[in-house]
C-alpha cells in the first residue's frame, strides 16, 4: 500500500523521538545514581535483570523542597494563567470587533513581539528595572520615591515577564473563538431589551468559555516548568520545579533525580494537558471540516 | 472600553520592545541610559565573534530542523487529515501532539537522555559514537517544529473540501499526480507558514538545546542567556533589533507572496 510509504517515516520518527524519550526518561526515573558518565546505573540490563528503585520519587514525596517547589510552580502558572487571560479578554474583544483590515495589522501587532526572541525581551525588563533603570527613574521624577526601588530580582518581576512572554498564547484563541461566535444571538438579545452589559454577561461571555478555557491551560500547561523567566527576574531563591530540576541535571549532576522531577511534573500536567487536548478537538470537529466521505461515494456537485 | 483594553494590552506587549529598539542606537556604556545617537553597538556587533560564530550556527540549525520538520509535519498533517484508519492511529496522533504540550525541561531532558543511550550503544557496537552538539540539537528541534508544522498542515486540509482531490482521481489522475496537482498545492501556504514557525522556534529555544547540547554546540540563545545571566549588554538592544528588522521584512515578503496567489477557500 502506497499510503504506508507517507506514514511510516513520521511514525518511525515520532516513536524514536518522542515515545523512546518519555520511556527512558520514566526508566532514568527508577534508576540508581552512580559515579561515572552518564551517572547512573540503568534499571534494567541485559546482564543484570531489573535493579530498579522507587528510592528517587520516595524522596520528592517525602523531602519538602520538592514537594513545595511543585506545588509553587503550579501556583506561580496559575496566577501568570489567570493575569493573561484578564488581560488577554479585552484585547480579543477589540480584535474580535475590528474590521478585517485592521484584525490582520492587530493579529500581527499581537505575534511580531515573538520575533525579536525570548531572550532580549527579558533583557529589556532587566533594563528597565534595574536600580538606575527606566522605572525607577520615572517613579523618582514623579516623586513616588526618592531612592530607587529593588524592582528587579522579585516575584513582581518574574510575574511581569512570565505575563509579557505567555500573553500573545492567551490572546489568540480568545479571538479565533469570538471571531467565530454568531453575533445574531447578541443581536437577538440587546433586541428583546438587554444592555449591554447583561449581553455581555448571558451572552458573549459563556459563548467564550472553550476559547478562554484554551487560553488558560496554553499559558499554565508550559508556564508550570518555566526555567529562563523565573532564573533572569526573580528573586534568587525561588523555589519552582523547572529551576530544581535544572539544579539537580546541570550542578549537582543527579539525572535520576531530575528525571523524577520531570515525571513528577508530567504526572501534575496529566489532567490540564487532557482537557486541553479535548478543547482542541472540539474546537476542530466544530470548525468548517466537512464529513469525511467514503471512498465509494460520487463527490457531490451541490457546492 | 474594548479599544481601552486593546491598547493597554498592545503598550505592554511593545513597550519595553519599542524602549529596547530605540536605545540600540544609544551611544552609553550602560544600557537603556541616552548617550546620544550612535551605531557603536551594532558595529560592535559585528567584530563580536564568539556572537557571530554562535549565530550563524543556530541560523544553520534553524534553516535544517524547520525543513526537516516541514517534510516530517506536512506528511503527519497530511496523514491526521487524509489517510484512513490505520492501526495505531490513536497512538499515532498522541505522539504526534505531544511536543505541543510537554514543557521544556521535560522535552529536553528526555531527548538528552535518549542521545545518552543512543550514543551508549554506538560506542558499543561501533566502538565510537558521534559527540552531541549541532546534530542534536537539529534532530531535538525537528521534532518539536514537526508537531508545530502537522497542526497547521493538519488544520489548512480539514478546511479543504476532499471532493477535489476525489474529482481529480475520478478523472483517472493517479495517486501522486492527485497529490502533486492538488493537495500539495492546498497544502503550500501552511508549509510556508509551518517552516517560518519552526524555524521561529529553533532560533528562540534556550532550554532544550542546552539539555541536548554537548561542548561544542553554543547556539545563540545559549550565548545570549549565559550574557544575561552576568549582566545586560548594549550589544543584545542591537541584535534584538537587527532580528525584528529581518523579521518583519521576511513577514512582509511573505504576506505579499501570499497575497499575490490567494488560493480560494472552498
Given at each position: 500500500m502506497r499510503r504506508a510509504l507517507v506514514l511510516l517515516p513520521p511514525f518511525l520518527w515520532l516513536l524514536l523521538l518522542v515515545a523512546a524519550p518519555v520511556v527512558i526518561l520514566l526508566g532514568i526515573a527508577v534508576s540508581e545514581g552512580a559515579p561515572g558518565v552518564p551517572p547512573f546505573t540503568p534499571a534494567i540490563s541485559l546482564q543484570d535483570g531489573w535493579r530498579g528503585t522507587a528510592q528517587n520519587l520516595l524522596t520528592l514525596a517525602q523531602d519538602g523542597y520538592y514537594a513545595a517547589a511543585l506545588l509553587r510552580s503550579v501556583l506561580v502558572a496559575g496566577v501568570t494563567a489567570t493575569l493573561c487571560l484578564l488581560l488577554a479578554y479585552p484585547m480579543a474583544l477589540g480584535i474580535a470587533a475590528a474590521g478585517e483590515r485592521w484584525r490582520v495589522l492587530l493579529l500581527a501587532l499581537v505575534l511580531l513581539p515573538f520575533c525579536t526572541g525570548f531572550l532580549p525581551r527579558l533583557g529589556a525588563w532587566i533594563g528597565l528595572l534595574r536600580d538606575g533603570g527606566w522605572v525607577n527613574g520615572v517613579l523618582i521624577a514623579l516623586g513616588v520615591t526618592t531612592e530607587p526601588l529593588p524592582l528587579l530580582y522579585s516575584d513582581g518581576a518574574m510575574y511581569l515577564g512570565m505575563v509579557h512572554a505567555y500573553l500573545p498564547f492567551a490572546v489568540l484563541p480568545l479571538a479565533a473563538t469570538l471571531l467565530r461566535r454568531d453575533m445574531s444571538v447578541e443581536e437577538a438579545a440587546a433586541d428583546l431589551g438587554a444592555s449591554p452589559w447583561v449581553v455581555f454577561r448571558s451572552v458573549t461571555l459563556p459563548l467564550s468559555l472553550p476559547g478562554a478555557a484554551a487560553a488558560f491551560l496554553l499559558v499554565f500547561i508550559p508556564a508550570a516548568g518555566e526555567f529562563v523567566i523565573p532564573e533572569l527576574l526573580g528573586p534568587p531563591e525561588a523555589l519552582l520545579v523547572g529551576r530544581a530540576l535544572w539544579g539537580e541535571f546541570f550542578q549537582n549532576r543527579d539525572w535520576p533525580l531530575a528525571a523524577a522531577l520531570a515525571v513528577a511534573l508530567l504526572a501534575l500536567l496529566i489532567v490540564p494537558i487532557r482537557v486541553f487536548q479535548g478543547l482542541d478537538e472540539g474546537g476542530s470537529r466544530r470548525g468548517a471540516s466537512p464529513p469525511a466521505r467514503g471512498p465509494g461515494e460520487r463527490p457531490g456537485m451541490s457546492k | 472600553?474594548?479599544?481601552?483594553?486593546?491598547?493597554?494590552?498592545?503598550?505592554?506587549?511593545?513597550?519595553?520592545?519599542?524602549?529596547?529598539?530605540?536605545?540600540?542606537?544609544?551611544?552609553?556604556?550602560?544600557?537603556?541610559?541616552?548617550?546620544?545617537?550612535?551605531?557603536?553597538?551594532?558595529?560592535?556587533?559585528?567584530?563580536?565573534?564568539?556572537?557571530?560564530?554562535?549565530?550563524?550556527?543556530?541560523?544553520?540549525?534553524?534553516?535544517?530542523?524547520?525543513?526537516?520538520?516541514?517534510?516530517?509535519?506536512?506528511?503527519?498533517?497530511?496523514?491526521?487529515?487524509?489517510?484512513?484508519?490505520?492501526?495505531?492511529?490513536?497512538?499515532?496522533?498522541?505522539?504526534?501532539?505531544?511536543?505541543?504540550?510537554?514543557?521544556?525541561?521535560?522535552?529536553?531532558?528526555?531527548?538528552?537522555?535518549?542521545?545518552?543511550?543512543?550514543?551508549?550503544?554506538?560506542?558499543?557496537?561501533?566502538?565510537?559514537?558521534?559527540?552531541?552538539?549541532?546534530?542534536?540539537?537539529?534532530?531535538?528541534?525537528?521534532?518539536?517544529?514537526?508537531?508545530?508544522?502537522?497542526?497547521?498542515?493538519?488544520?489548512?486540509?480539514a478546511g479543504m473540501d476532499a471532493a477535489l482531490e476525489e474529482a481529480a482521481a475520478d478523472l483517472g489522475a493517479p495517486p501522486f499526480t492527485v497529490f502533486r496537482t492538488v493537495t500539495l498545492p492546498l497544502m503550500a501556504p501552511a508549509l510556508g507558514a509551518g517552516w517560518l514557525l519552526a524555524f521561529t522556534l529553533s532560533l528562540d529555544d534556550v532550554v532544550v538545546a542546552s539539555f541536548v547540547s554537548g561542548p561544542a554546540g553554543t547556539t545563540l540563545p545559549m550565548l545570549v542567556f549565559s550574557q544575561l545571566r552576568i549582566g545586560l549588554t548594549p550589544e543584545i538592544n542591537a541584535l534584538a533589533t537587527m532580528l525584528l528588522a529581518v523579521t518583519a521584512l521576511a513577514l512582509l515578503g511573505a504576506g505579499l507572496l501570499l497575497r499575490g496567489r490567494n488560493t480560494p477557500r472552498s
Amino acid at each position: 500500500m502506497r499510503r504506508a510509504l507517507v506514514l511510516l517515516p513520521p511514525f518511525l520518527w515520532l516513536l524514536l523521538l518522542v515515545a523512546a524519550p518519555v520511556v527512558i526518561l520514566l526508566g532514568i526515573a527508577v534508576s540508581e545514581g552512580a559515579p561515572g558518565v552518564p551517572p547512573f546505573t540503568p534499571a534494567i540490563s541485559l546482564q543484570d535483570g531489573w535493579r530498579g528503585t522507587a528510592q528517587n520519587l520516595l524522596t520528592l514525596a517525602q523531602d519538602g523542597y520538592y514537594a513545595a517547589a511543585l506545588l509553587r510552580s503550579v501556583l506561580v502558572a496559575g496566577v501568570t494563567a489567570t493575569l493573561c487571560l484578564l488581560l488577554a479578554y479585552p484585547m480579543a474583544l477589540g480584535i474580535a470587533a475590528a474590521g478585517e483590515r485592521w484584525r490582520v495589522l492587530l493579529l500581527a501587532l499581537v505575534l511580531l513581539p515573538f520575533c525579536t526572541g525570548f531572550l532580549p525581551r527579558l533583557g529589556a525588563w532587566i533594563g528597565l528595572l534595574r536600580d538606575g533603570g527606566w522605572v525607577n527613574g520615572v517613579l523618582i521624577a514623579l516623586g513616588v520615591t526618592t531612592e530607587p526601588l529593588p524592582l528587579l530580582y522579585s516575584d513582581g518581576a518574574m510575574y511581569l515577564g512570565m505575563v509579557h512572554a505567555y500573553l500573545p498564547f492567551a490572546v489568540l484563541p480568545l479571538a479565533a473563538t469570538l471571531l467565530r461566535r454568531d453575533m445574531s444571538v447578541e443581536e437577538a438579545a440587546a433586541d428583546l431589551g438587554a444592555s449591554p452589559w447583561v449581553v455581555f454577561r448571558s451572552v458573549t461571555l459563556p459563548l467564550s468559555l472553550p476559547g478562554a478555557a484554551a487560553a488558560f491551560l496554553l499559558v499554565f500547561i508550559p508556564a508550570a516548568g518555566e526555567f529562563v523567566i523565573p532564573e533572569l527576574l526573580g528573586p534568587p531563591e525561588a523555589l519552582l520545579v523547572g529551576r530544581a530540576l535544572w539544579g539537580e541535571f546541570f550542578q549537582n549532576r543527579d539525572w535520576p533525580l531530575a528525571a523524577a522531577l520531570a515525571v513528577a511534573l508530567l504526572a501534575l500536567l496529566i489532567v490540564p494537558i487532557r482537557v486541553f487536548q479535548g478543547l482542541d478537538e472540539g474546537g476542530s470537529r466544530r470548525g468548517a471540516s466537512p464529513p469525511a466521505r467514503g471512498p465509494g461515494e460520487r463527490p457531490g456537485m451541490s457546492k | 472600553m474594548r479599544r481601552v483594553g486593546l491598547v493597554l494590552g498592545l503598550g505592554f506587549l511593545w513597550l519595553p520592545i519599542l524602549l529596547l529598539i530605540g536605545y540600540a542606537f544609544s551611544a552609553d556604556r550602560i544600557p537603556f541610559q541616552w548617550g546620544g545617537f550612535s551605531l557603536r553597538w551594532f558595529a560592535a556587533l559585528a567584530a563580536n565573534a564568539r556572537m557571530l560564530d554562535a549565530a550563524w550556527l543556530s541560523l544553520r540549525i534553524a534553516a535544517g530542523a524547520a525543513t526537516l520538520a516541514v517534510l516530517l509535519g506536512g506528511m503527519t498533517g497530511w496523514v491526521l487529515a487524509r489517510h484512513g484508519p490505520f492501526r495505531g492511529r490513536a497512538l499515532f496522533g498522541l505522539l504526534a501532539g505531544a511536543p505541543l504540550v510537554l514543557p521544556e525541561v521535560v522535552t529536553g531532558l528526555s531527548l538528552l537522555l535518549l542521545f545518552v543511550v543512543l550514543q551508549g550503544a554506538a560506542e558499543a557496537a561501533l566502538g565510537w559514537s558521534p559527540d552531541r552538539g549541532a546534530l542534536t540539537i537539529l534532530l531535538a528541534h525537528a521534532t518539536v517544529g514537526l508537531a508545530y508544522v502537522a497542526v497547521v498542515v493538519q488544520a489548512r486540509l480539514a478546511g479543504m473540501d476532499a471532493a477535489l482531490e476525489e474529482a481529480a482521481a475520478d478523472l483517472g489522475a493517479p495517486p501522486f499526480t492527485v497529490f502533486r496537482t492538488v493537495t500539495l498545492p492546498l497544502m503550500a501556504p501552511a508549509l510556508g507558514a509551518g517552516w517560518l514557525l519552526a524555524f521561529t522556534l529553533s532560533l528562540d529555544d534556550v532550554v532544550v538545546a542546552s539539555f541536548v547540547s554537548g561542548p561544542a554546540g553554543t547556539t545563540l540563545p545559549m550565548l545570549v542567556f549565559s550574557q544575561l545571566r552576568i549582566g545586560l549588554t548594549p550589544e543584545i538592544n542591537a541584535l534584538a533589533t537587527m532580528l525584528l528588522a529581518v523579521t518583519a521584512l521576511a513577514l512582509l515578503g511573505a504576506g505579499l507572496l501570499l497575497r499575490g496567489r490567494n488560493t480560494p477557500r472552498s
